[in-house]
């Protein structure tokens, strides 16, 4: 089953977003800090659940 996740702060900005397939991550999932700005430690794109890249 493939499922677009999509989570929020309290404030109702973006917190991440990115994709489940089987249960695990796949594709692209970008995180974001509470202003808005893309967590530069979060982005990655993931097969099967592994980080494949950043």
Known sequence: MDI??????DNG???H???Y???NKE???V???EDGTVD???PGTFKDGVR???
Not at 4 to 9: C, F, I, L, Q
């Open 4 to 9: 677009a996740w999509v989570a929020y702060y």
């Open 21 to 23: 397939k089987n249960s």
């Open 13 to 15: 900005q973006l917190s």
């Open 17 to 19: 977003k990115g994709n």
């Open 40 to 42: 530069k430690a979060s």
């Open 52 to 54: 494949i890249s950043d």
């Open 31 to 33: 995180g974001y800090n």
């Open 27 to 29: 594709g692209a999932w």
